[in-house]
């Protein structure tokens, strides 16, 4: 405290109101710097999210169509109309397993990799199952391509169409955790800046405080003490305060300036009773 006092009154206010600045400067720093990770990780749940989610969209479209395209296979009997319809299903069933490869890169919980797995070997199977249907289909076996599309094709079909439910399933409730985690962060920065703000406010008042301690209440004693040496009152005595700074100084010119006038006065008397 002494050395503060010392301090010149410039290098006072500097250093106050200095401190002050920094604090409500680290305060936005630390809450800008946690909305950002609020926003990079909102953005990150949303691409990740909705790319899961119209992956596997895309994943059910194109396996509802190749179902129904084997249907419009046994309907049809110009070979060449067959052919065409079976480079489009081979065309969609590459799509589905490039969507299957983009599910299996996405770096998710194990949980999340073992549904695709599952999702991926009863596609597989459902694929071979397929050309099967295709080959017989061609052949102008149609009841028995019906039959594998009636019975395990149809499991293997609603099985397909669950694990895609569960996993859009989880998709969403990871969703939601994210944001409920996000929401906590953002509250987290809020109550961290409130706090900043508290504390800095705290701080002021302190330093408000000192600073009237220090400058303020001496100036004021020794504005005080010159109104009633101006009506001639030299009885006061300034309060003996070694400091280095401009009150300091003040306060010492002003001791030595009364006890000159008294001084001065003395002589006066002392003079006026000689003659």
Do not use: C
Not at 49 to 61: C, E, G, P, T, V
Not at 91 to 101: A, S, W
Not at 220 to 231: D, G, K, Q
């Amino acid at each position: 405290m002494k050395y503060f006092i010392n301090l010149s009154t410039r290098t006072k206010l500097f250093f106050s109101f200095g401190l002050i600045w920094l604090m409500f400067l680290v305060g936005i720093i630390i809450a800008y710097n946690g909305l950002q990770q609020t926003i990079q990780s909102e953005k990150e749940l949303h691409d990740l999210h909705f790319k899961i989610a119209l992956d596997l969209r895309s994943l059910r479209s194109h396996q509802n169509f190749n179902r129904a395209a084997i249907l419009d296979m046994m309907l049809i009997k110009n070979d060449a109309e067959q052919t065409a319809i079976e480079n489009t299903i081979n065309e969609r069933t590459q799509t589905i397993n490039d969507i299957l490869l983009n599910l299996s890169k996405i770096n998710m919980e194990q949980q999340f990799q073992g549904k695709i797995k599952e999702l991926k070997d009863n596609i597989r199977v459902y694929q071979e199952e397929r050309k099967k249907e295709i080959t017989l289909v061609k052949e102008g076996k149609i009841e028995a391509a019906l039959k594998i599309g009636t019975s395990s094709q149809k499991v293997l079909f609603e099985k397909i169409r669950t694990i895609e439910t569960e996993l859009g399933d989880k998709a969403e409730k990871d969703a939601d955790e994210q944001l409920v985690s996000d929401s906590q962060n953002a509250d987290f920065v809020i109550l961290l800046f409130v706090i900043f703000g508290i504390v800095t406010l705290v701080f002021s008042l302190i330093i408000i405080l000192i600073m009237n301690r220090t400058i303020a209440s001496p100036l004021n004693e020794m504005a005080v003490i010159a109104s009633r040496i101006a009506s001639g009152d030299l009885s006061m005595e300034l309060s003996k305060k070694e400091r280095k700074d401009e009150v300091g100084s003040l306060n010492l010119a002003f001791s030595k300036m009364i006890e000159k006038l008294r001084n001065s006065i003395k002589d006066i008397i002392e003079g006026v009773n000689l003659l």
